[in-house]
């Protein structure tokens, strides 16, 4: 089944921050955050790349520079999205998340200056 609504996504998201705050390399990123706020913005955010939803304005960059991120966290924080897709959906949406989600990564990585 592919990726088709909102509750799709809402499933994608929930189900891969919980790999995430699982995760012993990434989990410190995510300690401080409130996810009653953070939740509700990332379903948003997903909706509006993959299921063209309009008004999402926020710049995804400027919420990374002042974390201390290394090009293992980016490949951990992609490989873990890869995974939670490739186990909850496959076909064309769910491919494109997975390539979404990779060339978020390289441009945050780039603008952030992580080498």
């Known amino acids: 089944m592919d990726i088709t609504t909102k509750h799709d996504v809402e499933h994608l998201v929930d189900t891969f921050y919980g790999r ?3 995760d012993d390399s990434l989990a410190p990123f995510f300690k401080n955050l409130d996810f009653q706020v953070h939740m509700p913005k990332m379903v948003h955010f997903w909706s509006f790349v993959l299921l063209d939803e309009p008004g999402y304005t926020t710049n995804v960059t400027d919420k990374h520079m002042h974390m201390p991120l290394t090009p293992a966290h980016f490949e951990r924080w992609v490989s873990l999205f890869h995974e939670t897709v490739d186990a909850l959906f496959s076909g064309e ?11 978020i990564a390289w441009t945050i990585q780039n603008k952030t200056g992580v080498k």
């Open 20 to 22: 995430v705050l699982a």
């Open 93 to 103: 949406k769910a491919e494109m998340a997975k390539q979404r989600a990779s060339l």
